[in-house]
């Protein structure tokens, strides 16, 4: 996690984030009125940066589990191997270790943050009954339930940011006939679900002329729809939807939408507000409707 977050400090020191097209630093000039935004243009500019910030959230960039390296715990965990941990023992049924996170990054003399918070988990089990018993005789590993509350703040040469995510999900193996790693590599198709994710993204220019943004957002991960990863994919999200609300501001412009965020895989997702689909690529953040 602490490299992925000096990723995010070096692209926010001057690199194009991921999905930033519409986040760029506009200078106030009071001789100019700016030109109205259409209904629409409002929509897919928020539509993009709800993307942008759940997909930057589910990746780690913000802090905690990137999910598209499936089940590895972050390197904040007390638990965190450099080897695989092979889970097999029953014992391991709800073991819940946790973490109090308190560090410092700082990269050369003006890329600096600090991240606080907690980290903890449980490993969870399924119940298998053998045919014609009455009772269950054993249990299976199967993933684990994670919650993480962090805070991170921070400054580059240009900008200070401030990051909150709290996050309560279940994580599970999908292809059951691999024995169940964590930190390794022997599952391929991971879901995320029955859970809630907060994140919220505040970023400040130093030069006081120019526009601060912000997207606060909340999410909800359920049992029908589940979010599916493919580690065969390139952790693409293949399937599984997100319900939303997020308020948001930037350059200049305030906006607040409630709606779903239904994954196609390929990279690919639709955004539903007001009845109205908004097609995203993920990769680039490009938003076409239809």
Request: aromatic share 10%; with cysteine; proline share 4%.
């Amino acid at each position: 996690m602490k490299l992925k977050l000096k990723t995010l400090l070096v692209a926010l020191a001057g690199t194009t984030l991921f999905y930033t097209a519409c986040q760029k630093e506009v200078k106030l000039n009071p001789k100019v009125v700016p030109p109205p935004v259409s209904k629409i243009d409002t929509v897919s500019l928020a539509t993009s940066q709800i993307i942008r910030n759940i997909t930057q959230t589910l990746s780690g960039a913000y802090g905690g589990v990137n999910i598209s390296k499936g089940l590895i715990l972050p390197d904040l965990t007390t638990i965190r191997q450099s080897k695989p941990l092979i889970i097999g023992l029953v014992n391991l049924c709800s073991f819940f270790p946790d973490t109090i996170v308190n560090y410092k990054t700082v990269i050369g003399d003006t890329i600096k943050s600090e991240t606080t918070g907690l980290f903890k988990f449980y490993f969870s089990c399924d119940t298998v009954r053998a045919p014609g018993a009455k009772y269950p005789d054993f249990t299976d590993l199967n993933g684990y339930v994670a919650y993480d509350s962090l805070a991170t703040t921070g400054q580059t040469p240009s900008a200070l940011f401030v990051h909150n995510i709290k996050a309560f999900y279940e994580a599970k193996a999908l292809d059951k006939d691999a024995l169940l790693a964590i930190n390794g590599s022997t599952n391929k198709l991971i879901s995320f679900n029955n859970g809630s994710i907060k994140s919220f993204v505040d970023t400040a220019s130093i030069k006081k002329a120019q526009i601060p943004s912000s997207i606060h957002a909340y999410y909800t991960l359920n049992n029908v729809n589940k979010v599916t990863v493919d580690l065969t994919k390139n952790g693409d999200i293949t399937a599984g939807a997100i319900t939303f609300a997020a308020i948001g501001e930037v350059n200049g412009i305030k906006w607040y939408y409630e709606g779903v965020i239904n994954f196609l895989g390929n990279h690919k997702a639709s955004v539903v507000i007001k009845n109205k689909t908004y097609n995203v690529d993920l990769l680039t953040g490009k938003v076409t409707t239809t």
